[in-house]
């Protein structure tokens, strides 16, 4: 067990209590949404792992590394930046497999943009947001999204190398 | 993302009103019957026995690593999980409405920022809300700056992201993030110059459903531009 999730659990315990402290009824309420959602994503997240278990076991490190390795530049953020752009997977599992991948040899720029593009770009909500908002907003938002998430990328790999 | 929906997809799926002059006793079409994340599981399942059975020495190292990372969820999942529960019943819609929009300049830029990251649902509930506030009149840099802090900044999944890829890594990425969002909006707006009438008209049948799915009022009369 990390240093960092006993941090997370003492705090989020903490919050909890004094939540409780507060309003028992709003606590119920909240831990039963807690465990519905935990309950409808639980197939998800072990589906991802099996994945995780899937690529680190039987992908060979050379295949990632040759396709969004650190030494593939601005190609590999270009890669994983569109990836993320196009693929739906909620973040809360994207962050282990983001993980797995770094291990196996993806480059920290690329892991980034993945993980910015994926979050901020959403490819099947692009019809929804065009209806509500106008293409022109819409384009715009997504578009300069995959800038900045690109950006991003960049300034992290200086940070980070 | 679907992952901070508590009730709010099957609320936004009763106004979705696609399922119009179907009787209630009517099934719903294969497709949308069958639970695509249990396929999904059971598919990335079934190929991993089986590549680990065929290759044991891989397998073994597929295995050591599944278990890694369920230890992992057992003990970072909960907690995030517990801190988005906490959210939906301590932050109200409510307050999204009441205080985007507010604030002109630099702060309204941070107030939409701030109340984007509060994780208040899914990013298709964000987007009538936002055309609804455009079109009463809300600065077109605000509404980016709070959609993409609603997609992408989401207190809970922080956690997530140090857990997995440590603190530098996530807080680096949450600082450029927010940095960046801010004149991402406004360049936004530069470019978007409004020469067609911004965002279609709502009839006000629409503008209730939507402040019935949000479980909120929308300010004034949005229905009219």
Redesign the interface.
Known sequence: ??V??IV??V???V??VI?LAKNKD??K??????????KR?G?????I??????I???IPPKWIASAIGGDRGIFGVLIAAFLGAILFI????A??L???L?QMGAG?MA??AF??TL????FI?LP??IK???K??AL??NG??FL?AI??AL??GL??A | MSENDTDDDKKARVTDGDSSGQPPSAKPPLRKRIRWDYVFLTLSVVALVTLSLIFPDKGSRAGKVVWEYVKEMIFILPAVMVLMGLFAVWVERDLVVKYLGKGSGGKGLVIALLLGTLPTGPLYVAFPLAAMLLKKGARVANMVVFLSAWACIKLPLELMEFQFMGWRFALLRLGLTVALVIPMGVLAERLYRRREPAVRDFDPAEVKEVEVALGVELPGDVSSG
């Open positions: 067990m990390s960092t999730s997370i659990d705090l989020v315990a919050c909890l939540s709003k606590t309420l909240a831990l039963k949404i807690a465990y519905n959602a935990t994503m197939p998800s997240v072990l589906a792992i099996a994945v995780i278990g899937l680190v076991g039987f909620p973040a809360l599992i962050f282990p983001a993980s797995s770094l920290t892991i980034a993980i910015t979050t901020m770009i959403g909500f929804l947001e509500e908002l106008g022109r907003f715009l938002r300069l999204s900045v950006a991003i300034i992290m940070v980070l």
